[in-house]
């Protein structure tokens, strides 16, 4: 006669500090069955207008069908769309900021973005007729499978979600964004980078028939390039987002397909990406060219560091105007502090 063996008692769920409750969290059948009746009434993406719950949910999605906010989007699928009918997706609910998400209006409407203009407010005008589809990515350098990726391809086989991630500017503004994307460590582990592989160099788009500002500042080592040490590109918190607001990304927030990286300056999220190379050795970047004292290569936000002509303890939210202290990490600091024993200002 065997003796049945004593249960172990099931190891304890380690969750990070920002994870919500599950008693929080709105029941998957409840969520599903909302959505499919949304759809049922043609609502599609619009839906979310009905949306509620923390963190201006139902703002963030109403205010994505303005046209200041996101740009000539379509508000359903057109027959030949090469846009996947996969946004909204779903919000990962770990991803929380405690405040509240910028509103879709006020963020499409400020935006850096030189290679259509210096001016925030005229980049979404100008970028307004800005053809971004179809569009591959390539992937090249110290991998193992180097390939040439179709975005709207990896829009459908990646398993996007939609996360909620503070925004900082070196210019010390701040807003909340909603993006929607996935990993970039997951578009890397498809590659398969080798042991050689230390750096993450990425490569916008440069295409001076569509983006003025390619042709009034030459001056400008383009095209726009930034970069990651590896296991900073690898870290969960950096993604590669390809909408926000609950929709594909419009032009002035680098559609199709951008990178986010949300602890560090907003200038090291390169937009409009076309290229990505795995290297041995750290390559330059856009701005450290340009002001190797201004912008170094880390750029992760740090309100101990001021730039050399202000102040980085302190940010304005550009919706409200209001200032709030900076957060080190822009409060990412438990999950990525790990990555630089020396500090947020002396990583190497």
């Not at 200041?68 to 990962?92: C, E, F, H, K, W």
């Not at 398969?192 to 400008?220: C, H, I």
């Not at 102040?311 to 900076?326: K, N």
């Not at 409060?331 to 200002?345: C, I, K, N, Q, T």
Request: proline share 11%; glycine share 8%; with cysteine.
């Amino acid at each position: 006669m065997s003796r049945r063996r004593p249960r172990r008692a099931p190891a304890p769920i380690l969750r990070p500090r920002w994870a919500l409750p599950e008693r929080a969290a709105t029941p998957e059948p409840v969520w599903r069955a909302r959505r499919a009746v949304l759809r049922s009434l043609g609502l599609g993406v619009a839906g979310a207008l009905l949306g509620g719950g923390c963190e201006g949910l139902a703002g963030e999605h109403e205010e994505a069908g303005d046209q200041r906010g996101l740009g000539a989007l379509p508000r359903a699928r057109r027959p030949g769309s090469t846009i996947p009918d996969v946004y909204p997706a779903p919000r990962d609910p770990t991803y929380r900021v405690g405040r509240a998400i910028t509103p879709a209006r006020v963020a499409g409407g400020h935006n850096n973005f030189y290679e259509f203009s210096t001016d925030k407010e005229r980049v979404a005008e100008l970028a307004a007729g800005f053809a971004s589809r179809p569009w591959t990515l390539e992937v090249a350098g110290e991998v193992a499978r180097p390939g040439t990726f179709d975005v709207a391809a990896l829009e459908r086989s990646m398993p996007l979600e939609e996360r909620v991630y503070r925004f900082r500017c070196v210019e010390a503004w701040s807003m909340v964004v909603p993006w929607t994307g996935f990993s970039l460590r997951a578009l890397l582990a498809r590659v398969e980078p080798t042991s050689a592989a230390r750096f993450v160099r990425f490569v916008s788009a440069e295409d001076p028939t569509q983006m003025p500002g390619l042709r009034t500042q030459p001056w400008y080592p383009w095209p726009y390039f930034e970069a990651l040490r590896l296991d900073e590109a690898m870290h969960p918190l950096a993604m590669l987002a390809t909408g926000v607001y609950g929709r594909p990304l419009p032009p002035q927030h680098g559609a199709p397909i951008r990178l986010v990286v949300p602890w560090k300056y907003g200038f090291k999220s390169a937009k409009s990406v076309a290229r990505i190379e795995l290297l041995r050795s750290r390559p330059e970047t856009f701005w450290s060219r340009l002001e190797p004292r201004e912008y170094g290569f880390y750029a992760n936000v740090d309100p101990a560091t001021p730039h050399p002509r202000w102040s980085q303890a302190r940010e304005r939210l550009i919706d409200t105007g209001s200032e709030v202290p900076t957060l080190v990490y822009n409060g990412y600091g438990e999950e990525v502090a790990g990555l630089y024993p020396r500090g947020p200002s002396r990583p190497a």
